[in-house]
């Protein structure tokens, strides 16, 4: 064994794509005290070549290798070895084959031992899988720098750890940020799955145990002979990673695919359809995980088509997988248009409406698959009261890795802490302890089945989710899955060593970062439980609070020119509080113990309302947003701080997207502000809100081959005015006198960038260019883009550091591409210091 020291410098310049995630194995230093902690040998107790111990065996040679520069050879196990070497195996592969154990203690399904004390290192689990963890474990502690003598066992919190994609058969992803689906192109599997192979790694070094590849709004031509034939090269790619591949079903192939004149689920012909389809799949996948099933939900057919009950929907399932010990996956996001007229109405009650009373009518391999609030994935929500009204069916929690409504890939946001509000929430059912985490796991109501599942839509990008960044909410994903009790911070530092090297700056860094990161996207979008104030009714990216409102699907925020917030007291609202048990639902009840930032969650208030920090609630949001906004400049210039500690390829990746970032947390801050400054008339004290001294519009240019327009939603420009170019051959020219004193300024500059074209523009001080760009965000950034000038497309440029004199002259030309008129909204010059 040596280490190669050249191999380490090299290591540091090279180029990174992402591709490996946190699995990187970046060459470290080795003293000849490191030297001597390391196996020379690699025994494997089953070293058949699909097999999770083989993987775990290849994993360590290759981590040892790119690590450390060592060499060490895979080879049978020999017990009685004097040299130093590493054991990996199964629990009863080990005692057979060695015999005494004592020292091992009693391990759960999955779980592992590992100790790397005297020369044997010794790397167990009860299962295969259980020891490929393991391993992972162990290549973490060495990844970054660890070569302390460990010995400890670890067991996983709950029997399901699944990731849900949404990929669709025809390639594309739904909310999905980082290029094609990995699994599907053209309705059927990819040939090349070399990709599906780099990312069952990923997942086993995350203890995830299952995959379900395709959308829950799912087409049954998955069911296909051919594409059954495919699910099973997939699965034959994830199994040597102890990972088990879930399908999603529709509840309808019946009829749409297998001819039927119905899908009830009672009727005879149904079920043997179901049990024949099963079969098949199973002759392709013979170890299966189970079904994914949204029924009766956002337009999915379901059982209620025929007035059957979503239990006989689910127990259809149920008893088609039971003979092959695979499970069911029932999704509890059902629920129906409503009206905002009517005051008591409201869609977080739908969960409990609908299953509450089908409690203790599930089949014993029904698992129903809960979001952790009761909406969809915003930025904060209480628990769903739904994990209290279970007490006799599986459950399992839903998270969102993917950011659908968090800035998608375009904003930094870690996760964690937000789903730790759920996580960690006290249920009090029967005036107990009753954490949400120990419902979901199965050990507050003694259910065997339960766990998490994440939807994650990793893409062909080598970015994998479209950010560096926001790996670090798959990473701790699967963490939390395992024991959700582990620390946001300490998850979050593992991955940056492992992802960006053990330099304390990039630690700190990007520790801050990413702590402040959560607080500061609810700054500056939704705060005190409004929800994020997304546009739900198209991309559920920008802002756009108006569309909550005066539609049926019931993410309402009831605000006029007086008041805020859904009344979902028992008293005078929709009762929703009264789901929970006696204890929480007497807190939510009151605005006096209603904590602030879900205030508007629970209570329709006044805008002067005062909350219990002393603010009022207008005044709150005004703040945040400023706060919010002014913490995500500071995620630019501390990565910044990092050039050179990161290799330039992903340095730059991540610096485009904070600066992107930058930009549009302002774009939400004015548009919120202005949205409900607009609708209560209430002046923000600090008069910062509607106040832009910095600022020139468009409109107010002089305008040649421009024209004004009137942006929709009218908070998502600046004065509500933008400028197009008068069609889309015309080059525009904007240009003004400027009226600032001499010096330095950060000129930014506000625009749109829509798909459909690539507009280009110029920018000039007195005829002298300062700086040019193209509309290509839509191929650039990870988010959903929009066809219209709206809080999606609006975006901002920055150039920094321009000297500026007065009475010089600011011109934009701005040349239309396509369906892309070139828009501009405003132009600021920002001395040092200012945000604006
Ligand atoms: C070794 O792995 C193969 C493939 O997973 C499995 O079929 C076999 O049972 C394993 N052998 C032992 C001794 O566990
Ligand atoms: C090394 O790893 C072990 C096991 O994960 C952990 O308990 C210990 O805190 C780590 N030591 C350091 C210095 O990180
Ligand atoms: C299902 O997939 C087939 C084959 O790719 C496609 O023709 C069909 O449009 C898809 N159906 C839906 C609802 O997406
Ligand atoms: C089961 O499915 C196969 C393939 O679609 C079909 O040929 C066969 O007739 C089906 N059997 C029953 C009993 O429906
Ligand atoms: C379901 O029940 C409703 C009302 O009870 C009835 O009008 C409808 O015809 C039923 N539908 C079916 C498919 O049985
Ligand atoms: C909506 O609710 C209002 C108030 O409860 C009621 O008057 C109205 O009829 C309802 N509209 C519909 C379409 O049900
Ligand atoms: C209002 O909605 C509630 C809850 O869905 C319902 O019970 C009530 O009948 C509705 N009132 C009217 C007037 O439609
Ligand atoms: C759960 O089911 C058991 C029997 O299966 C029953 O005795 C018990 O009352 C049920 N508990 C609840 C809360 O429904
Ligand atoms: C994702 O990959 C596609 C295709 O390789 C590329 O065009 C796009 O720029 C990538 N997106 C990001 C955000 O890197
Ligand atoms: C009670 O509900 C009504 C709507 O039915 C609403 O107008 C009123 O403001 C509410 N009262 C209080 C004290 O919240
Ligand atoms: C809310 O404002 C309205 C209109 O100004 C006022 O009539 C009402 O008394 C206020 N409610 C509370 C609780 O202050
Ligand atoms: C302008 O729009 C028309 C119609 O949409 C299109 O045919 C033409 O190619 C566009 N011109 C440019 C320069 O993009």
């Known amino acids: 064994m040596r280490c190669l020291l050249f191999l380490a410098s090299l290591g540091l310049v090279a180029a990174e794509n992402g591709l490996d995630g946190w699995l990187r194995y970046a060459s470290l230093p080795c003293s000849h005290q490191c030297q001597s902690k390391l196996p020379a040998s690699i025994m494997l107790l089953n070293v058949t070549e699909t097999s999770p111990v083989y993987a775990a065996g290849s994993e360590i040679q290759d981590g040892l290798k790119r690590i450390y520069g060592a060499h060490a050879q895979i080879s049978q196990i020999q017990c009685k070895t004097s040299s130093s070497t590493v054991v990996v195996g199964t629990v009863e592969q080990y005692r057979k084959t060695c015999g005494s154990s004592s020292e091992i203690p009693e391990l759960e399904e999955d779980g592992f031992w590992l100790s790397t004390e005297g020369p044997k290192i010794r790397i167990l689990g009860s299962t295969e899988s259980g020891a490929l963890y393991g391993a992972f474990e162990y290549l973490s502690m060495l990844a970054q720098g660890n070569l302390s003598e460990v010995s400890y066992a670890t067991n996983p919190s709950a029997p399901i750890r699944w990731v849900n994609q949404w990929d669709n058969m025809d390639g594309t992803i739904e909310r999905g940020y980082g290029g094609p689906s990995i699994f599907f192109n053209n309705g059927a599997i990819v040939d090349d799955l070399t990709r599906v192979k780099q990312y069952a790694r990923l997942l086993a070094s995350i203890r995830i145990n299952a995959v379900v590849v395709n959308n829950v709004n799912a087409n049954a031509t998955l069911l296909t002979p051919e594409n059954l034939k495919g699910l099973g090269r997939i699965a034959d790619v994830f199994r040597p990673y102890g990972i088990k591949v879930g399908i999603s079903l529709n509840f309808a192939s019946p009829e749409t695919l297998g001819g039927l004149d119905t899908f009830d689920p009672l009727d005879p012909s149904v079920i043997s359809w179901w049990s024949n389809i099963t079969e098949q799949v199973y002759q392709h996948v013979p170890d299966m995980a189970g079904y994914l099933v949204k029924a009766d939900s956002e337009g999915q057919p379901g059982p209620q088509t025929y007035n059957r009950t979503l239990s006989d929907g689910a127990n259809l399932f149920a008893r088609a997988v039971h003979p092959y010990g695979g499970i069911v996956m029932f999704r509890a996001f059902v629920y129906n248009q409503l009206n905002?007229?009517?005051?008591?109405?409201?869609?977080?009650?739908?969960?409990?409406?609908?299953?509450?009373?089908?409690?203790?009518?599930?089949?014993?391999?029904?698992?129903?698959?809960?979001?952790?609030?009761?909406?969809?994935?915003?930025?904060?929500e209480p628990a769903s009261p739904l994990f209290a009204n279970l007490l006799n069916t599986s459950t399992a929690m839903e998270l969102e890795v993917t950011q659908e409504y968090l800035g998608q890939q375009s904003h930094l946001v870690y996760l964690p802490p937000l789903w730790k509000t759920v996580l960690d929430f006290d249920l009090r059912v029967d005036g107990k302890p009753s954490l949400v985490r120990d419902v979901y796991t199965g050990k507050r109501f003694k259910r065997k089945l339960g766990g998490s599942a994440a939807v994650v839509n990793v893409g062909t990008n080598t970015t994998w989710l479209g950010s560096h960044l926001s790996m670090s909410n798959l990473y701790a994903y699967g963490r939390l899955a395992w024991n959700p009790t582990d620390d946001s911070q300490t998850m979050l530092q593992d991955w940056i060593r492992l992802t960006f090297g053990l330099d304390r700056?990039?630690?700190?860094?990007?520790?801050?970062?990413?702590?402040?990161?959560?607080?500061?996207?609810?700054?500056?979008?939704?705060?005190?439980?409004?929800?994020?104030?997304?546009?739900?009714?198209?991309?559920?990216?920008?802002?756009?609070?108006?569309?909550?409102?005066?539609?049926?699907?019931?993410?309402?925020?009831?605000?006029?020119?007086?008041?805020?917030?859904?009344?979902?007291?028992?008293?005078?609202?929709?009762?929703?509080?009264?789901?929970?048990?006696?204890?929480?639902?007497?807190?939510?009840?009151?605005?006096?113990?209603?904590?602030?930032?879900?205030?508007?969650?629970?209570?329709?208030?006044?805008?002067?309302?005062?909350?219990?920090?002393?603010?009022?609630?207008?005044?709150?949001?005004?703040?945040?947003?400023?706060?919010?906004?002014?913490?995500?400049?500071?995620?630019?210039?501390?990565?910044?701080?990092?050039?050179?500690?990161?290799?330039?390829?992903?340095?730059n990746h991540v610096l485009r997207l904070l600066d992107y970032q930058s930009g549009h947390s302002i774009i939400w801050r004015d548009a919120i502000n202005n949205f409900y400054y607009n609708l209560s008339g209430i002046p923000d004290t600090a008069n910062r809100v509607n106040h832009h001294s910095w600022r020139i519009e468009a409109e107010n240019m002089k305008l040649d081959g421009y024209k004004t327009y009137t942006v929709s939603p009218f908070e998502t420009a600046s004065g509500s005015m933008a400028i197009v170019t008068t069609s889309n051959e015309t080059v525009g020219t904007a240009t003004t006198k400027i009226n600032f004193a001499s010096g330095t300024y950060d000129l930014a500059v506000n625009y749109y960038d829509a798909y459909g074209g690539q507009s280009q523009w110029q920018v000039y001080l007195n005829d002298n260019l300062v700086g040019e760009w193209v509309g290509n965000g839509e191929d650039v950034y990870s988010h959903t883009t929009?066809?219209?000038?709206?809080?999606?497309?609006?975006?901002?440029?920055?150039?920094?550091?321009?000297?500026?004199?007065?009475?010089?002259?600011?011109?934009?030309?701005?040349?239309?591409d396509g369906i892309e008129p070139a828009p501009l909204d405003y132009v600021s010059f920002l001395p040092e210091g200012i945000v604006d």
């Not at 409201?346 to 698992?367: I, Q, T």
């Not at 602030?596 to 947003?625: E, M, P």
């Open 786 to 816: 929009s066809i219209y000038l709206d809080g999606h497309s609006a975006i901002r440029i920055k150039f920094r550091g321009v000297e500026v004199k007065n009475g010089d002259t600011l011109k934009i030309v701005g040349k239309p």
């Open 505 to 651: 700056t990039v630690l700190n860094t990007i520790t801050k970062m990413s702590m402040e990161s959560w607080p500061a996207y609810e700054g500056y979008s939704g705060n005190l439980g409004i929800q994020t104030l997304t546009d739900i009714l198209y991309t559920h990216y920008g802002p756009n609070p108006a569309s909550q409102d005066n539609n049926g699907w019931g993410q309402w925020t009831r605000a006029d020119h007086i008041g805020i917030g859904m009344d979902r007291t028992v008293s005078n609202g929709t009762g929703f509080s009264g789901q929970y048990p006696d204890e929480v639902a007497a807190m939510y009840e009151s605005i006096d113990t209603t904590p602030d930032d879900l205030l508007l969650w629970f209570h329709h208030v006044n805008y002067t309302h005062r909350l219990h920090s002393g603010k009022t609630v207008i005044q709150h949001f005004y703040d945040a947003h400023y706060t919010g906004a002014a913490t995500a400049q500071t995620f630019f210039t501390q990565w910044e701080s990092l050039k050179g500690k990161i290799d330039d390829e992903r340095y």
């Open 340 to 380: 905002e007229s009517n005051w008591t109405e409201d869609r977080a009650n739908a969960a409990v409406n609908f299953f509450k009373d089908l409690d203790g009518e599930f089949d014993d391999n029904v698992v129903v698959q809960i979001k952790y609030g009761p909406i969809d994935f915003q930025v904060r």
